[in-house]
């Protein structure tokens, strides 16, 4: 075998394409060979921007004696969780009933038949060998036991996915999700509950719509956070657009991957803002949001790139290269004078939070604006000057796979914000990138979930795709009054295929189709992270196309979540908000603490000391 990445439509999968490991993408090839060769599968689970994905490639991926450990006793496979988010949500689930928390790169080993009897994240290299080792004597020495402790757990796993009855979501139900959420608030420093603190981009919005219904506490809430994250060092100050969170509770310094669904998400929470508030800080950080989207993340297609990778590709001094977090986007005192000269440099370095100590890493800070420069003209040119320093260093990679369920939110964020600001070329950006995410994406009366460079790849949409597509369309129906026919229109058909392809006949939705491939569960999300889940993404979508019965059955199977962590159902709140027709803007959900595993693997109590990964709450 050799490896097969060089040609796959991912950008993640291409970075392990020189790997001495013979990786085959996720499929039924790569099953058939392990049932062929009596092996086990190894799956190793990641997207382009993670950090702590470079870390196990470069320790274990990268290295010879890994690769022919695997090579001899395992069929290897590589899946980017963000073209098969199906994949990973069903071994995610494994990992957090074995391990009690999960995080990518994600190593799982399976069966031939796909069922997980291994989970965990990432792996040191001497504890990934140590794994490799017991794994291949446990399959040659009892693999009964082995496959029998596997296909129990996959039927744990799928019995625990299937859904139980839905309460029905009341009014109620929303005004008590503002206290609950309350409790969790950062009074000193704005946001929902400590360190790593993520934008909560929906319940923001969902707040804001509260407040135009006099919700003053909502406001408060909303309109706090909102201003605390655009003036740390969360928000690039220079380039516009935001990381994916704070590694601190004070928003000060960031783990540096931008990604589009953050940034479409925000865009449209701050244009919202600015005009319910009225306030110029809302709307120049909204339109440095779009700027961002529009000069790094545009593709030559018309559609929006994935992410920029939260590592810096630089100079190791011995000839050869190392990722850093941040190289590109902090500072010194010296490098502000550098490049300002000796006043404006200083000048500059108070207005940013550059100290000698540094807020950062080795004496350098992240750029922060805790207040409004005195001279607004001063600081647009120190701004140019600085954004053009910038610009000569070392850029971090840009993974430019286009998602359909995050140009989806692009192009709400876009005709949002045109429409609320009077930005008729961001209402334009919506308008090319529909088309052709439509054009490109929508291949034989179905929609796929991804493509690269103008080629599509074979991944299906999936229930968010749907969802957040014909959201998206819909607000450009409103932003575009002249073409609103053809996009309630294609948002009609979408909303069609979903309600076919994703809602069994008991009015349950699920993420996957049900023609789709069989997993060990069927993944069904009902609750909303970093971006909208599947319900309540086509909840939103249903609601706009006044299809209100529908769209009101859907949220109830967001019900539970509401009444227990309304931080996770943000745009259930928003959808459901609409609908009472007190409100109609957009929250991203904040991140469960790990839980004790619930199911034990047949190699539990191998000591492999696991490392840091990045998970849902963040890269340790």
């Known amino acids: 075998m050799t490896n097969r990445l060089a040609d796959s439509l991912s950008p993640y999968l291409r970075q392990h394409a020189d790997n001495?490991?013979?990786?085959?993408?996720?499929?039924?090839?790569?099953?058939?060979?392990?049932?062929?060769?009596?092996?086990?599968?190894?799956?190793?689970?990641?997207?382009?921007?993670?950090?702590?994905?470079?870390?196990?490639?470069?320790?274990?991926?990268?290295?010879?004696?890994?690769?022919?450990?695997?090579?001899?006793?395992?069929?290897?496979?590589?899946?980017?969780?963000?073209?098969?988010?199906?994949?990973?949500?069903?071994?995610?689930?494994?990992?957090?009933?074995?391990?009690?928390?999960?995080?990518?790169?994600?190593?799982?080993?399976?069966?031939?038949?796909?069922?997980?009897?291994?989970?965990?994240?990432?792996?040191?290299?001497?504890?990934?060998?140590?794994?490799?080792?017991?794994?291949?004597?446990?399959?040659?020495?009892?693999?009964?036991?082995?496959?029998?402790?596997?296909?129990?757990?996959?039927?744990?796993?799928?019995?625990?996915?299937?859904?139980?009855?839905?309460?029905?979501?009341?009014?109620?139900?929303?005004?008590?999700?503002?206290?609950?959420?309350?409790?969790?608030?950062?009074?000193?420093?704005?946001?929902?509950?400590?360190?790593?603190?993520?934008?909560?981009?929906?319940?923001?919005?969902?707040?804001?719509?509260?407040?135009?219904?006099?919700?003053?506490?909502?406001?408060?809430?909303?309109?706090?956070?909102?201003?605390?994250?655009?003036?740390?060092?969360?928000?690039?100050?220079?380039?516009?657009?935001?990381?994916?969170?704070?590694?601190?509770?004070?928003?000060?310094v960031p783990h540096f991957e931008k990604m589009l669904y953050d940034n479409a998400l925000l865009l449209r929470v701050y244009a919202v803002a600015a005009a319910t508030t009225g306030s110029a800080f809302f709307v120049s950080t909204a339109l440095m949001c779009a700027d961002f989207l529009q000069t790094r993340l545009l593709t030559d297609e018309g559609a929006y790139a994935s992410s920029l990778d939260a590592d810096t590709t630089v100079p190791d001094g011995r000839g050869g290269t190392h990722g850093v977090e941040g190289a590109t986007y902090v500072w010194t005192p010296a490098q502000l004078v550098e490049v300002l000269g000796p006043d404006d440099g200083a000048r500059a370095a108070r207005l940013l939070s550059v100290t000698e100590g540094g807020t950062f890493e080795h004496g350098t800070s992240t750029l922060q604006l805790r207040e409004d420069p005195d001279d607004p003209a001063w600081w647009a040119d120190v701004r140019d000057r600085l954004r053009a320093a910038r610009a000569q260093r070392p850029q971090p990679a840009r993974d430019d796979k286009v998602v359909t369920a995050w140009n989806g939110l692009a192009i709400a964020g876009l005709a949002d914000a045109g429409r609320l600001l009077e930005r008729p070329e961001l209402v334009e950006a919506a308008r090319t990138a529909a088309v052709t995410v439509l054009d490109l994406h929508l291949v034989d009366g179905r929609l796929r979930r991804t493509s690269l460079g103008g080629v599509v790849s074979e991944a299906p949409g999936l229930l968010e795709d749907h969802g957040n597509l014909a959201e998206g369309l819909l607000t450009l129906a409103t932003a575009d009054p002249q073409d609103a026919p053809r996009w309630r229109a294609a948002a009609a058909r979408i909303v069609g295929l979903a309600v076919e392809g994703f809602r069994d006949g008991d009015g349950t939705w699920f993420d996957t189709p049900h023609d789709g491939e069989r997993l060990f569960l069927r993944p069904r999300a009902d609750t909303d992270n970093a971006e909208p889940c599947g319900i309540s993404a086509i909840a939103g979508a249903l609601a706009g196309l006044g299809r209100s019965d529908e769209a009101r059955a859907a949220l109830d199977q967001m019900a539970g979540t509401v009444r227990r962590a309304p931080r996770f159902a943000g745009w259930a709140l928003t959808v459901a908000q609409r609908m009472t027709g007190d409100g109609a803007a957009a929250c991203v959900g904040a991140h469960e603490d790990a839980a004790p595993p619930l199911l034990a693997s047949p190699l539990t109590g191998l000591d492999l000391e696991p490392g840091p990964s990045c998970g849902p709450d963040g890269c340790d």
């Open 20 to 252: 001495p490991v013979d990786w085959l993408e996720w499929g039924p090839e790569a099953f058939a060979q392990a049932r062929e060769r009596g092996v086990p599968v190894l799956v190793s689970i990641g997207y382009a921007a993670c950090h702590w994905c470079h870390v196990m490639a470069h320790e274990s991926f990268e290295d010879g004696e890994v690769a022919e450990r695997l090579r001899a006793g395992f069929v290897a496979v590589k899946v980017d969780r963000e073209e098969r988010p199906d994949v990973d949500a069903a071994y995610m689930q494994a990992t957090t009933a074995l391990t009690g928390s999960g995080g990518w790169p994600m190593t799982v080993l399976a069966t031939p038949d796909g069922d997980p009897f291994f989970a965990g994240t990432y792996l040191p290299r001497e504890g990934f060998l140590r794994l490799l080792d017991a794994a291949s004597t446990a399959w040659q020495e009892d693999r009964e036991r082995v496959t029998s402790s596997a296909r129990s757990i996959a039927d744990q796993l799928a019995q625990a996915a299937r859904p139980s009855s839905f309460p029905a979501l009341t009014p109620g139900d929303l005004d008590d999700a503002v206290p609950l959420l309350a409790r969790g608030y950062d009074e000193r420093a704005g946001g929902f509950g400590g360190a790593p603190k993520f934008p909560p981009s929906m319940c923001l919005a969902w707040l804001l719509e509260r407040s135009a219904s006099d919700d003053d506490e909502a406001g408060r809430l909303s309109t706090g956070t909102l201003d605390a994250m655009a003036r740390g060092g969360l928000h690039d100050q220079l380039e516009g657009g935001f990381a994916r969170y704070s590694v601190d509770a004070d928003w000060v």
